[in-house]
C-alpha cells in the first residue's frame, strides 16, 4: 500500500491499494482495489486503518451487486438487518437498505418526500446525523454505494468528530467531557395539523437513548464529541434553555468546515465511514432535477458507547443492545 500524505505526487505502483487524502481532517480516496474481487486479510485491514484514520474512505468505478455488498461487509463486522426497511430495498438481502429519492415517502403520510425534507431538516443543522443514533448501540460502519445519480447535485458531507472535539478550548472540552444527553427519534420534526398518521409512526417507533456527550472511540482511544442535529433531544441536567444554547454551540463547532469533506458521486462510487466518529449531511438540492438518486446501504454492528467515566449509554425506550 503507499499513501501520500502530504501533498506530494506518489507514484502509485500498478495493483497496489493506494490512499490519497483528500481534506485536512477527514476522507480519503483509495484506488488499486477491487472491492467485488477477492482481498487479502492485509488489504482488509489497511482498508480499515485507513477508514479509521481518516473517518470515510471513497471507492470509484467498483462493480459491487448486492451480494458482494454484503460479503464485503462480512469481511468488516456483522451486517445490521433491520426489521422495517424502505420499500425500494431488495428482497432477499435484508442487509441492504436502497434509498430511492421520493420513493421513501410518497404518499405514505399525506406528504411527498421534498415536504418531509422542508419540515424534518428544516435547518442545516438539524440535518446532521449519524446513523440510527438514537439506539443504545448505534452501528460502528456503514458502507454505502450509489447505482444511479442525479447528472449533478446529490453530494454528501461528512465532519470528523474526533477533530471537532480536539479543537474545543480546554475548559470546554473538560465540561463536555461530563454531560450526557438525550437521542430520540423525531426530535425537531415540524407537525402541522392532520399529521397524525406521521405521529403515531413516530410513537408506535419510538427510540430513545442516553448518551454521553463525549464518547471514548473503542478501536482508536479517540475522544469523540459525539453531537448530532438529528436526534439529540436535551443535555441532561441542564434546563431546557441552557441545554438549546450548549447543543447550539457544539453543533457549530463539529460542523465547521475545516473538519468536513464533500464527495461527489458517480455510478460504482462507494463510501465507507466510521459511524462512531463522523456525522453526515444527505443532500437536499435534488428535488428538482428530475433523475432518480438510489443507493445501497449496509450497516456493520456496533457497540454501547462508552463517556471518558467510563460509563456506558442507557437505554431509555425501545432500544436494546444487539437486536435489530
Known amino acids: 500500500m503507499t499513501t ?60 459491487l451487486d448486492h451480494a458482494a455488498h454484503v460479503a464485503l461487509a462480512r469481511r468488516f463486522g456483522e451486517p445490521v438487518v433491520l426489521p422495517r426497511r424502505g420499500s425500494a ?35 442545516l443543522l438539524r440535518g446532521w446525523h449519524c446513523d440510527h443514533g438514537a439506539r443504545v448501540d448505534p452501528p460502528a460502519a456503514t458502507i454505502l454505494r450509489a447505482e444511479s445519480v442525479p447528472p449533478h447535485g446529490g453530494d454528501t458531507t461528512w465532519s470528523n468528530l474526533a477533530a471537532a472535539y480536539a479543537g474545543l478550548s480546554a475548559p470546554v472540552r473538560e ?28 410513537l408506535e417507533h419510538q427510540t430513545a437513548s442516553e448518551h454521553p456527550l463525549v464518547r471514548v472511540h473503542p478501536e482508536t482511544g479517540e475522544r469523540v464529541l459525539f453531537v448530532n442535529g438529528y436526534y439529540v433531544e436535551q443535555i441532561s441536567g441542564l434546563s431546557r434553555p441552557e441545554s438549546a444554547a450548549v447543543l447550539e454551540m457544539l453543533l457549530e463547532q463539529a460542523t465547521r468546515p475545516e473538519w468536513t469533506v464533500r464527495f461527489r458521486w458517480e455510478p460504482g462510487s462507494v463510501a465507507f465511514w466510521d459511524n462512531r466518529a463522523t456525522i453526515h449531511l444527505a443532500p437536499g438540492d435534488t428535488d428538482h432535477v428530475g433523475h432518480p438518486r438510489i443507493m445501497h446501504r449496509v450497516m456493520l454492528a456496533g457497540d454501547v458507547p462508552v463517556g471518558v467515566d467510563g460509563r456506558p449509554s442507557t437505554p431509555l425506550t425501545g432500544t436494546t443492545p444487539g437486536r435489530w
Not at 430495498?89 to 421534498?114: I, K, N, Q, W, Y
Open 175 to 202: 465540561f463536555a467531557d461530563r454531560l450526557r444527553a438525550e437521542h430520540r427519534l423525531g426530535v425537531g420534526y415540524q407537525p402541522r395539523p392532520g399529521d397524525d398518521a406521521y405521529l403515531r409512526h413516530l
Open 89 to 123: 430495498s431488495p428482497p432477499g438481502f435484508p442487509e441492504v437498505e436502497t434509498t430511492a429519492d421520493r420513493l421513501e415517502l410518497g404518499g405514505r403520510f399525506g406528504m411527498e418526500h421534498d415536504e418531509w425534507l422542508r419540515r424534518r431538516r428544516h435547518s
Open 4 to 63: 501520500d500524505s502530504g501533498g506530494a505526487a506518489d507514484e502509485e505502483r500498478a495493483g497496489a491499494m493506494h490512499v490519497r487524502p483528500v481534506a485536512g481532517h477527514i476522507g480519503a480516496d483509495i484506488t488499486g482495489v477491487d472491492l467485488a474481487g477477492h482481498l487479502d486479510d492485509t488489504v482488509i485491514a489497511d482498508i480499515r486503518a485507513a477508514v479509521l484514520r481518516w473517518k470515510v474512505v471513497f471507492f470509484r468505478g467498483q462493480r
